[in-house]
């Protein structure tokens, strides 16, 4: 399979890399404090199409797939950039392929302009991070539906206009409903985490009533969109590291003991070369897993969940080679390698770690021998 991006997009990665380094500098995104749908950063990324990227063309967007927006999350990532630009992809991805026209027809146009943001509320308390373990309900009543539940770690969720919400309809299969974030029964809370580049928010759903066509996607199209999420956010990680990788390498050959740069000696070699070779790895599985996607291929929930656990495991390692070789400036509040730590650590739990994906795995290679 080939790798190497076409010219479109390249193009792509080269003016997001160039509009990061202007709008979210670590000055910037320090300043920002994980809320980020109102700034400049934002607007600039509806202007580049990043807000379209996937939506179709009669809504304004251009038609791109799971690989185009990877390589925007992972240059995000790169940047520790704040915004809701995964969450809103996602719900945009549902309303494309959903059934309700009329929750499309409302939604999309905000959406791939910019001037609206999405969430998708999937995560619940207690390690629920996987569609088909959640405990939120949508009891049918009449010609609506009622929702009830808890949801955390919903990016962005208190600027959202929109919230994608997966419940159980009856206590059956998940299903994912579009629901706008004011309606009355819906609440949200800043939660304090480890990520300090992003805003998170418990969101709170007590008899929200919402009409039938609130509906957009089904269980298949729920676990479909579960395997973007995955993808996405490992782009974002692989990102992070490689930005910590290039961090490293340049301290290494600055900082100095006994009169020679660190860079210097075997020890710190073989820490650089083994997170070369940790990032290189999460590359070639995240640009499998969004291509599988994007061509339907049999193998896409598998190269997904392979994509998320070796990101989840093998970033995190990269970040603590980095801070290890850093030493005690490492260590500091000013320097901006704990801003890609942190972001690291919170892409490894969220949309599923290592071991969700790992058991995820097991299950669907067990289903692939049954049935051969």
């Given amino acids: 399979m080939d790798f190497e991006l076409n010219d479109e997009q390249a193009m792509l990665r080269d003016v997001s890399r160039s509009?990061?380094?202007?709008?979210?500098?670590?000055?910037?995104?320090?300043a920002a404090k994980g809320t980020a749908a109102g700034t400049d950063l934002w607007r600039t990324g509806a202007e580049l199409g990043w807000t379209g990227l996937?939506?179709?063309?009669q809504?304004?967007?251009?038609g791109q797939g799971l690989v185009e927006l990877a390589i925007v999350a992972e240059e995000l990532g790169r940047s520790v950039a704040p915004g809701p630009f995964v969450s809103t992809a996602l719900v945009g991805m549902a309303l494309t392929e959903g059934r309700s026209q009329d929750a499309r027809d409302a939604a999309l146009a905000s959406l791939a302009d910019g001037?609206?943001?999405a969430a998708w509320a999937l995560a619940e308390h207690g390690g629920v991070r996987v569609p088909d373990a959640v405990t939120s309900t949508a009891t049918r009543d009449g010609d609506t539906y009622v929702l009830r539940g808890r949801k955390t770690a919903v990016q962005d969720a208190d600027d959202a206009d929109w919230l994608l919400v997966t419940?159980?309809?009856?206590g059956g299969t998940p299903a994912s409903f579009l629901v706008e974030r004011a309606a009355t029964g819906t609440s949200t809370r800043r939660q304090h985490v480890i990520d300090e580049t992003r805003a998170f928010y418990e969101v709170t759903l007590d008899d929200v009533r919402v009409p039938d066509s609130a509906l957009i996607a089904d269980a298949a199209l729920t676990a479909r969109l579960f395997q973007a999420y995955a993808v996405l956010t490992a782009a974002d990680a692989l990102g992070a590291a490689e930005h910590l990788l290039d961090m490293t390498v340049e301290y290494a050959k600055i900082r100095r003991q006994f009169d020679r740069p660190i860079g210097s000696f075997q020890a710190i070699k073989h820490k650089c070369a083994d997170m070369l070779m940790l990032v290189q790895g999460a590359r070639a599985a995240v640009q499998y897993a969004a291509m599988a996607w994007d061509a339907g291929a049999d193998d896409a929930a598998r190269a997904a969940s392979v994509a998320k656990s070796f990101t989840s495991e093998a970033m995190s390692e990269v970040a603590g080679q980095a801070l290890q070789t850093h030493g005690g400036i490492g260590f500091t509040w000013e320097h901006d390698l704990h801003l890609y730590l942190r972001r690291i650590k919170a892409d490894e739990a969220l949309g599923g770690d290592a071991a969700v994906h790992q058991e995820r795995l097991c299950s669907l290679l067990l289903a692939a021998r049954a049935a051969a």
Avoid: I, M, N
């Fill in 19 to 30: 509009a990061l380094k202007a709008h979210a500098a670590p000055e910037q995104v320090r």
């Fill in 54 to 57: 996937t939506l179709p063309e």
């Fill in 115 to 117: 001037s609206a943001g």
């Fill in 167 to 170: 419940a159980a309809p009856g």
């Fill in 59 to 62: 809504y304004g967007g251009s």
